[in-house]
Each structure stands twice: as C-alpha cells, then as structure tokens.
C-alpha cells in the first residue's frame, strides 16, 4: 500500500458508513408528520378542492434511501482497503475475488427486488394523480406533501459526509486518484446526492413524491450496474486465485 495513511483511511470508511447509515434511517427520520394545514394550501395549484384532510401525514419517500444501494459499493470498495491493512496481498488477492462475486449478486438481486417496487409504486401514483378528482384527492391524501425542508437537511449532511469520505480518501493515499473505477464512483454517488436535492426543489411539493420516486427508480439501476462491473471485475482476480490454488500441489509434487 506504499505510504498509505491508516487514520486518514479508517476516518474515511467512518465517513461513508456514516452517510449510508443517514440515508438508511431516512425513512424512519423522514415523514410521518401532520400536513393537514400545508396540504390544504398546496393543493390549489392543481385546482383540486379538498374539504376534510385532518390526519393526513407527511410521507417519507425513497430517493435518499435508495441512494444507500450505491453508496453500499462505496462502503465496500472503501472496506477492501481497510482489509489491505489486515490481511497479506496474496490473501487479500484471493479472498476479494470471492467476496466481491458474492457482494455484486446481493447488489444486483436487492437492486432488481427496489426497482420493482419503486416501479410498481410510481404506476401507482402516476395513475391516482391522473385519475381526477377523486384518484388525485386519494393521491393527495398519500403522497400529497412531501417534506422537502428535512430532506434537504439530510441529502446536505449525506452529502457533506461523501465530500469527508472522498477528501479523506485522497489524503490517506494521493495515488487513489488513479483508480479510475474509484473516481467515477465518488463522481456517481455524489452527482445522485446533488440530483435528488435539485429534484425535490424542481416542482410543486404535491409533486415531489413522484419525482422523487422516479430519482429512486433511476438509482436502483445505477446500483445494478455497477453490481454488474463488480460481478465482471471478479471473475479475473478468482481465475487467478484458481490458477494459483492448483499450481500449488504442482510445485510442491516437484520439490518432492
């Protein structure tokens, strides 16, 4: 690992399990609150009269959990590092090809299973929004208020978080820079921070749970691509290690 810097590496492993854990529990620190009152305001932007809205609660949305898929491969590239501290290259060889097969199908099976949902989900909205008067004051009643003040509080604490992760990343060891397939990581998962944010800003609040729906669909399949890369940069690195694990009887049938 040449002059790698061990603090500088564990603070940036801290960083990115920090951010996931955000964007996990977003679903639990979003939503849930009354929005009888800011509804009622809104929902004249559609023209739609609402009488009785008492009870209706903000919903928690998707987009900031779903951003956890990607950045569970940020989370895992940054653990491989860490395991260059603990384990010998050859092991680290050999262990990372297996590991990194088995990480890349979880990703792409709970990948595809988010994308179903988020898919069935959005049809669901989109249909009761189209469906005037009463499938939009249904729509209204669901997904009418979306609490775009406390989400944009957690998307700039995720993504002040990414920033920590990536800088800190490039002070533990400068030559990270080089790594391509690193790079277009940090590039990715922070461009979908800053896009969910623009989202959420971009149209009425009784629409933000559409769009922002849309943005989870839009991460699910960025998660399975890269489950994809993964999956394909495995295979070398445990053709190797298959390589290198039957040589070895060979060697020592010679020695003998």
């Not at 569970?72 to 384990?87: D, E, I």
């Not at 461009?191 to 971009?202: G, K, M």
Request: glycine content about 10%.
């Amino acid at each position: 690992m040449g002059d790698l810097r061990k603090p500088f590496l564990l603070l940036a492993m801290l960083a990115i399990v920090l951010a996931i854990g955000v964007e996990l529990g977003a679903g639990l620190l979003l939503g849930g609150a009354d929005a009888s009152s800011a509804l009622t305001d809104s929902a004249g932007t559609l023209d739609v009269e609402i009488d009785d809205v008492s009870g209706v609660s903000e919903p928690s949305g998707r987009g900031t959990g779903y951003l956890a898929l990607i950045d569970a491969v940020a989370v895992w590239s940054t653990g491989l590092f860490c395991l260059g501290l603990l384990l010998p290259e050859r092991v680290q060889g050999r262990v990372q090809g297996i590991a990194s097969l088995i990480f890349s199908i979880i990703l792409i099976i709970v990948g595809l299973v988010a994308l179903l949902i988020a898919f069935v989900e959005l049809m669901i909205m989109v249909s009761l929004f189209l469906a005037v008067p009463f499938g939009t004051l249904a729509y209204l009643a669901l997904w009418g208020f979306f609490p775009v003040g406390e989400a944009s509080v957690l998307l700039g604490l995720v993504l002040l978080l990414k920033l920590l992760w990536a800088g800190l990343l490039v002070l533990a060891q400068p030559r990270f820079l080089q790594n391509k397939g690193l790079v277009l990581l940090i590039g990715t998962t922070l461009l979908c921070t800053v896009v969910l944010e623009f989202l959420h800003n971009l149209v009425p609040v009784i629409l933000v749970s559409i769009v922002d729906d849309v943005a989870a669909l839009v991460f699910a399949v960025v998660a399975i691509i890269w489950g994809l890369v993964l999956l394909i940069g495995s295979i070398p690195a445990i053709v190797k290690a298959v390589r290198v694990t039957a040589a070895l009887p060979a060697r020592a049938a010679g020695r003998d």
